[in-house]
């Protein structure tokens, strides 16, 4: 009997339970769908937000990318003046060359200058050129002939073809270029022979590269290899140089 009883008020509660589960998940499913409601609102709603909409036409990824690679420093028609010293490498066998430089270029645009190139040659005879002198003035011999720069004026025009920025030992970043050069000007040549000397000038022309750097809108440095050819006093020998210096100059 009281086994009946229990089981008869089991029965009554489940349909109880039953129901009040009904409930609790019909009220969450009635919540999720308002709130599914609100969310899709508000999507509409920022899509018609002209403040919204405005800031988006102005995300232009080719700008973003202006902005980081955009250039520091204005080289648009500005003058560049500096000066540079480097040694010179094969040319006349006989001599160690070093030249230093007086430079002016014209920055037309950040791709493109065009300068006037001044280098004033300073060469002693090697060792073995020096041997050969001795030589032949104890024994009376024909001395070497050698034929040496004393100076030269190019036009040169520079082509900046790639661009970066570096960090320079975690102090500034630095801007720099890679270019390409091109030139001709006039070569005052010496040649000697024996105790007499010839001094004229002749055709020259160089071709190289280097890196141009520009740690300001005024403070500019390069590195700078080339080659360099010219021909001797009397045009029977064409002398090919090496030619690298390291510069520092003004941005006007």
């Known amino acids: 009997m009281n086994v009946t009883l229990e089981q008869g008020k089991l029965a009554m509660k489940s349909p109880r339970l039953v129901l009040q589960i009904v409930s609790v998940l019909a009220l969450v499913l009635v919540a999720t769908h308002a709130v599914a ?3 899709d609102d ?6 018609n937000n002209q403040q919204v909409k405005d800031r988006a036409a102005h995300l232009d990824s080719r700008t973003r990318i202006g902005i980081v690679q955009g250039r520091e420093v204005d080289r648009n028609w500005r003058l560049e003046t500096g000066v540079s010293y480097g040694p010179v490498a094969f040319g006349d066998a006989y001599l160690n060359t070093q030249n230093l430089g007086a430079n002016l270029d014209l920055h037309i645009n950040p791709h493109l200058s065009v300068g006037i190139h001044y280098a004033k040659a300073f060469s002693q005879l090697t060792s073995e050129g020096q041997d050969r002198f001795n030589v032949a003035q104890s024994t009376g011999g024909s001395s070497p002939l050698v034929s040496y720069p004393e100076q030269s004026v190019m036009g040169v025009v520079n082509w900046y073809m790639m661009y970066g920025k570096i960090n320079f030992f975690d102090i500034k970043t630095v801007q720099f270029d890679i270019y390409s050069l091109a030139g001709f000007g006039q070569e005052d040549t010496n040649t000697t022979i024996g105790s007499v000397s010839n001094d004229t000038w002749g055709n020259t022309w160089t071709a190289g590269g280097g890196i141009g750097f520009w740690f300001s809108q005024h403070l500019t440095s390069r ?3 080339r080659y360099q050819t010219y021909a001797d006093e009397d045009g029977t ?8 210096n390291i510069g520092f100059g003004v941005l006007l």
């Open 237 to 244: 020998r064409n002398l090919n140089l090496v030619v690298g």
């Open 37 to 39: 409601d609100a969310i």
């Open 42 to 47: 508000d999507l509409e709603n920022l899509g």
């Open 223 to 225: 590195i700078e290899v």
